[in-house]
């Protein structure tokens, strides 16, 4: 791996985030409840794709985010987008004083906004990846954005959200520049990933300070019915 942001999930998964990590031989993966992404090793080997296959059982689906390589025969692609990661360039990050702490207590509510703006994957625990900043009104989640994952030194801005009766008013990009502060003050650097035809959501991120670092592609494949059924998961 020649930088860590070019596989996020298993830096992720062996660095900061190393308690969420469950393993299958060289595959790690966040819990399901938490996140879909997975990693394999950089290099994946048929051996590597059967540890994968038993982890996630057969005929699962699962997320291969940031893989560009050809699946084994048998599995079935079932999404690919292409798409990009941006790293922080110069952003204007600041507190915001209209934000505030997101915790379990609000999963619900998150899990509503997230639902009505399709952000990217959230679960019920994907809170627990780092800190999430909402703004409220009149006591409703409006808007809201967190931290994912977290490779050393670095820590990605996701569920970036806002609920279509309050969109014009900013409040995505003070919540960026909010949740990038706190990333700033503990002494990483902000990234994050979007898709390369979200142009919308480019603009934005070009505008705020981000750069593209690279691209990258989205995607999932079926995991064949024939293959065996998955073993012991070790977490570590």
């Not at 390589?69 to 990661?85: K, L, R, S």
């Not at 360039?89 to 505030?100: F, I, K, R, S, T």
Request: hydrophobic share 45%.
């Amino acid at each position: 791996m020649s930088h860590v942001l070019d596989n996020p999930a298993l830096a992720s998964l062996t660095g900061p985030h190393a308690h969420f990590a469950e393993w299958h031989g060289r595959v790690v993966r966040y819990p399901v409840d938490v996140t879909p992404w997975l990693a394999l090793p950089d290099e994946p080997g048929a051996a590597d794709w059967a540890d994968l296959a038993a982890l996630a059982g057969p005929g699962a689906e699962v997320p291969l985010l940031g893989f560009s390589g050809a699946v084994p025969v048998g599995w079935e692609v079932t999404f690919h987008i292409e798409g990009v990661q941006l790293v922080d360039d110069g952003l204007d990050a600041a507190p915001e004083p209209e934000a505030v702490r997101l915790g379990p207590a609000d999963v619900p509510e998150m899990l509503d906004l997230v639902e009505r703006t399709r952000p990217g994957p959230f679960l019920p625990r994907t809170v627990e990846m780092g800190t999430y900043l909402g703004i409220r009104r009149d006591g409703a989640l409006i808007a809201m954005a967190g931290e994912r994952l977290h490779p050393p030194g670095w820590t990605e801005i996701s569920a970036v959200c806002t609920d279509p009766a309050f969109r014009g008013e900013g409040l995505a990009t003070r919540l960026i520049r909010a949740v990038a502060h706190g990333i700033r003050e503990r002494g990483e650097t902000p990234f994050l990933h979007t898709g390369a035809g979200n142009t919308n959501a480019l603009r934005l991120y070009e505008s705020l300070g981000f750069r593209l670092r690279r691209t990258t592609t989205f995607g999932a494949a079926r995991v064949p019915e024939h293959l065996a059924d998955a073993q012991a998961v070790t977490v570590a």
